[in-house]
């Protein structure tokens, strides 16, 4: 029953948001931190001891509402109970055009993100993926910037075009399994896991595509800066710290235990896409100008040392998988809400045409300073402990070319520093640009960041309960 | 008091705190007390553990709490108490409190000061983990920690451009470094499935887990290739003289004193590995080596008082790496002290200098500065005469022990380390000369304005002009005590390794050579600048003083080729390439959707006739057998 609740509760208050017209930013914040309290709770349990619940749906094609959370579940939905109230919180003073529609379509998305985390029957992911998917198009096609259209479009078409080779897997798995519930997790689990190589390797790469463009892997991912830069930042939020996250889950949960031969297969391939990804995307990212560009190219690089590490299979490199994927959700929030602070002070996001945020806003400056640390992975902020299991699980993994994979991929290390502190360098030092609005943070803007450089800083130091509710998980898929 | 250690550095932390939240209401002053209060705490503690740890020579490991755990990985947050790390300790306290005290007048005038002494705490905080934790992640907690600090200070003044890119440069190129030390972490963890000291060198000595000759070398080459950036060795040495950019007090504690001699306290901490790897030793010689010698000709031809300083101290941690590579690790370690209190005595000495000289450094502009500044003068005198290994000076003991070592090891590296340290005699006394003798050569209201600093910048000087003469006491050379305290000290942790025992003429010879080739570069430098004339350098000298176009080296062959690599991907790769195949995947469904609308022609016939062909031929292709 809690967890119909995690996810009606973002579903009801998104609906009564579009009714509530000017209140309805209230409704959200109030309904993001009801979700937060229901997901704080699951977290402490689910770690050891994982949730199910189930209803029937549709009995003639197999399909069940069934609801399941473990670690990784409860740790997702975590981050996104936690990245939501944080998004609206920053954004309190922000006037937003028709806010009804915008904080409804928010929660609906939060509602579909929360429903695949917890789907445990593959029809139902679907139905949730697509729930996820279509607020974020009409936000982004609706709130975005100049070239929306043509953006969002790109966006949808690609995500759509994978979506359907994914339900296209799904049926054909579905079909496989004689009887009752033929959708449900350990169906299609067995279904899979029981055909012939050959065609695992096939519905690998249907499945695969589907996540690959979410995540997204070189080089499947030129939506993913077009789309960041266009969206309002909110969406942008959504888009990269939780949604990406659903690929990375789809992986784990819907990929790797579906069909282990085709894993097998193609795990090396994959590695090496991720790894190329992790250099092709920190090197372009050095380049960038537009913030917003550089932060997409930055968090494609992290994607890929989080999908190599998933690909390498090994313990310790899927539990540091299970770390990073929350940091990285909090990390990047942090960025983007910067970001945005940016934009609105100064009116651009033209890293040339910026400078001196250390004078003129130094709290933002310092904030800025500490999430781009914890960006590249600083000892003692959250991203490090992330980083180094996930090295960890990528240079044990049974590759023989595990030692050329880590070092590859460690070369992000040195150029994640070359573009993260040329940003830093070029917004927050150097000569004052004048701000348009002169003014340091406001208090509901020091509370996001603050909630968020906490999180950085408590998990950085003290990673055990992250550690400890996503152990079980790690174990039970790759022990 | 050895359980006691988490004070030492939970009070800069504190202080790092208070300053670090409060830095724009806590008054300038105040934030100077709180900041050097917290190092003195910090200070008195490990004095307390150092009697503690001499007198029993016990080793302890002190848990904090678990730090990562993950299956069979277990990286606990420990600290590791003993003679080794307790030594450390003692320098990074106390030089650390010493600097603080001189910063409080220092940067007195600036504004961000507060600040400053937060920055200043939390180098203090990560240095102390550094040398503390009982395992290389700890250790590469405060590894990366104090490279941060040195990037928040080196980019102090931030508004100026060169400042911060000083900073990048060093954060970046210790990045690098810090590649070479994951790796070797990894493999580490890898083949012993542990990073605590206590547990791998055990297993190394029992070898239960044997690895093959070239994977010790490997481990130790990778964690070596994290020293070099550290440590500032070539190949990525340059971030160290771009970093005098920070406040000089940094530049003392941080870039001098402490930080940079990281590298060798962490071979010194692996000897155990280092004993098994011989080539990698050697590499770690030869490297040394070769650093000292390359640094020392650049400082010969420097004017500005910090770059020689800068210069000087790559070239020493040269001469450490080369003892390290000898096998002599405690002389390393003796070397890494004695130069932490000379060369935080020039680098404040110096920075004396450049507040009475109104911020200039160029040392073409001073000159008989001895006149008006006369503690700074004395102790910098004091200071080169440590460096350039005078008997008596703390350097010539650690200095002689060094050479003494290399001789052993082979003479041709003797003779290419006794050229570097003559060299480092002859800069020195050059920038002597040049700055504190001879007559006034800045401009009429700089030499109105000279003036000796307030005593919370002499006290300090003095301080360690004390050290810099009775700190080589604790390691006589053999032909004068066969008890050497220093070595029986770290006994317990650490000894050197292959090192042969020369005979005593031989040592006295060794001695006098060097000696007397000192006394006779410290007259050539007193020739060199009686009467100063700064001609525009040519040849060699030119070469020299533009550092071995290093860095134009590195900007052609690795900075503007990954730029422009990073263009080409993003330009043709990016855009053209993969965005234009998914662009022209669009453009070709919306052209043959174009193509293939103009079959709905609307006209009934047509439709019929297509039907019915459509159906001829699936009528055919059954009928030719093909099952569908």
Not at chain 1, 386 to 401: D, T
Not at chain 2, 68 to 86: H, M, N, R, T, Y
Request: glycine letters at 8%.
């Amino acid at each position: 029953m809690m967890l119909t609740l995690l996810i009606l509760v973002p579903l009801v208050a998104g609906i009564v948001s579009f009714l509530a017209k000017e209140n309805a930013k209230a409704v959200a914040l109030i309904g993001s931190l009801a979700t937060l309290g229901l997901a704080a709770y699951i977290s402490t349990t689910c770690g050891a001891q994982p949730m199910d619940w189930s209803m029937q749906w549709i009995p003639r094609l197999g399909a069940q509402l069934s609801l399941h959370a473990d670690g990784m579940s409860a740790m997702l939905c975590l981050l996104t109970g936690i990245v939501m109230p944080v998004v609206f919180i920053s954004n309190w003073n922000k006037e937003v055009e028709n806010p009804g529609s915008f904080y409804g379509l928010m929660l609906l998305s939060q509602a579909g993100i929360t429903g695949v985390f917890l789907a445990h029957d593959a029809l139902l992911f679907y139905f949730f993926w697509e729930l996820a998917l279509i607020p974020v198009y009409f936000l982004c096609s609706r709130w975005g910037g100049e070239k929306r259209i043509q953006v969002t479009f790109k966006f949808f078409v690609y995500t759509f075009l994978g979506s359907l080779m994914m339900l296209a897997a799904l049926i054909y798995l579905s079909l496989q399994t004689p009887g009752v519930n033929a959708y449900s997790w350990e169906n299609i689990v067995r279904a899979g896991a029981s055909l012939d190589p050959v065609t695992q390797q096939w519905l690998f790469v249907l499945i695969f595509v589907a996540f690959a463009i979410k995540m997204p892997i070189f080089p499947f991912h030129t939506w993913q800066p077009d789309t960041y830069e266009q969206s309002p930042t909110a969406v942008t939020v959504v888009l990269s710290a939780l949604m990406v996250k659903m690929g990375l889950f789809g992986v784990i949960n819907w990929l790797m235990p579906v069909v282990p031969q085709g894993v097998a297969f193609w795990s090396n391939t994959v590695i090496i896409l991720s790894i190329i990804g992790i250099v092709y995307a920190s090197l372009i990212a050095i380049v960038q100008t537009d913030l917003k560009r550089l932060v997409a190219y930055s968090s494609i690089a992290h994607m890929g040392l989080m999908s190599a590490a998933a690909f390498a299979q090994t313990n310790v490199g899927m539990h540091g998988l299970m770390v990073q994927m929350f940091n990285h959700g909090i990390n990047i929030t942090g960025m983007w809400l910067i970001v945005s602070m940016i934009e609105q002070r100064w009116g651009t996001r033209d890293m040339t045409k910026l400078g001196g945020m250390a004078t003129s806003a130094p709290q933002m400056a310092i904030a800025l300073v500490i999430i781009s640390f914890a960006n590249i992975a600083l000892p003692l902020t959250n991203g490090f402990i992330g980083e180094f299991m996930l090295f960890n699980g990528l240079f044990s993994s049974a590759s023989a070319y595990r030692i050329t994979f880590m070092v590859v991929a460690g070369l992000g290390v040195i150029l994640g520093a070359v573009y993260t502190l040329n940003m830093v360098q070029k917004t927050a030092y150097g000569n004052t640009v004048e701000m348009k609005m002169q003014k340091d943070l406001t208090a509901n803007e020091f509370a996001g960041l603050a909630i968020i450089i906490a999180i950085i800083l408590f998990l950085g130091v003290y990673p055990k309960p992250l550690l400890d509710m996503t152990a079980g998980v790690a174990n039970m898929i790759m022990p | 008091m050895t359980n006691l250690v988490w004070l030492v550095p939970l009070f800069p932390l504190v202080g790092f705190l208070i300053n670090g939240i409060g830095w724009r209401k806590i008054p300038k002053t105040a934030g100077g007390v709180i900041g050097s209060l917290a190092i003195l705490a910090s200070f008195a503690v490990s004095l307390g553990i150092f009697f503690e740890v001499k007198s029993s020579g016990a080793s302890t490991t002190v848990h904090l709490f678990n730090f990562i755990e993950s299956g069979k990985l277990l990286i606990p947050f420990a600290f590791q108490v003993d003679a080794l790390s307790s030594l450390f300790l003692l320098i990074i306290t106390g030089i650390g409190f010493l600097i603080h005290v001189y910063s409080t007048s220092y940067m007195h005038e600036d504004e961000g000061m507060v600040k400053y002494f937060a920055y200043l705490n939390l180098f203090v905080f990560s240095m102390l983990l550094l040398v503390l934790g009982s395992n290389y992640l700890i250790m590469f907690i405060g590894w990366e920690g104090v490279g941060l600090c040195s990037y928040l200070l080196i980019g102090f003044w931030f508004k100026n451009r060169d400042y911060t890119n000083a900073a990048k440069k060093a954060f970046v190129m210790n990045r690098i470094g810090d590649l070479g030390f994951l790796v070797g972490m990894l493999l580490i963890l890898f083949n012993y499935g542990t990073l605590s000291y206590n547990e791998f060198f055990g297993q190394l000595n029992d070898g239960q887990v044997q690895l093959s000759a070239n994977m010790y070398n490997w481990i130790a080459i990778c964690l070596f290739i994290g020293a070099m950036g550290k440590s500032a060795q070539i190949p990525l040495y340059t971030w160290l003289p771009d970093a005098m950019a920070g406040p000089t007090p940094v530049s003392a504690l941080i870039h001098a004193a402490t930080m940079v001699t990281a590298g060798i306290y962490m071979i010194a901490r692996s000897h155990a590995l280092y004993n098994l790897a011989p080539a990698a030793l050697n590499l770690v010689a030869i490297i040394g080596l070769a650093t000292a010698i390359l640094a020392a000709s650049i400082a010969i031809r420097q004017y500005d008082i910090k770059k020689v300083l800068a210069y000087s101290t790559v070239s020493q941690l040269g001469f450490m790496f080369l003892a390290l590579g000898v096998g002599a690790y405690t002389t390393a370690v003796f070397h890494v002290m004695t130069h932490a209190f000379f060369k935080a005595l020039l680098f404040l000495g110096s920075g004396s200098v450049i507040h009475a000289m109104g911020g200039e450094q160029d040392i073409r502009k001073m000159g008989g500065l001895n006149k008006h500044m006369k503690i700074t003068g004395a102790t910098f005198l004091i200071g080169c005469l440590a460096i350039a290994g005078i008997p008596g000076f703390a350097g010539f003991f650690s200095k002689d022990e060094i050479l003494a070592s290399v001789y052993a090891h082979s003479p041709v590296m003797y003779y290419l380390a006794l050229g570097a340290a003559l060299m480092t005699a002859f800069y020195m006394f050059r920038l002597y000369f040049l700055t504190f003798t001879g007559s006034f050569r800045g401009t009429e209201e700089q030499h109105h304005h000279l003036h000796e600093s307030p005593a919370a910048i002499t006290i300090p000087l003095i301080v360690l002009a004390i050290m810099s003469v009775i700190g080589g006491y604790v390691g006589l050379p053999a032909v004068i005590s066969e008890h050497h305290t220093l070595n029986t000290y770290l006994g317990s942790v650490v000894s050197n390794f292959n090192v042969h025992h020369l005979e005593h003429n031989t040592e006295w010879m060794l001695m006098g050579l060097s000696t007397g080739l000192v006394i006779v570069m410290i007259i050539v430098a007193r020739v060199a600048t009686k009467t100063p004339n700064f001609v525009e350098n040519t040849g060699i000298a030119k070469v020299l003083e533009n550092k071995w176009y290093v860095d134009e080296l590195y900007d052609a062959v690795i900075v503007r080729p990954l730029a422009a690599l990073s263009d080409a991907l993003d330009r043709f790769v990016e855009k053209l390439g993969i965005d234009g195949i998914v662009n022209g995947i669009g453009r070709l469904v919306r052209w043959s959707s174009d193509r293939v609308r103009l079959l709905q022609t609307g006209q009934v016939g047509f439709y019929i006739f297509v039907m019915v062909i459509g159906m001829a031929v699936l009528f055919a292709l059954r009928f030719f057998g093909l099952n569908y």
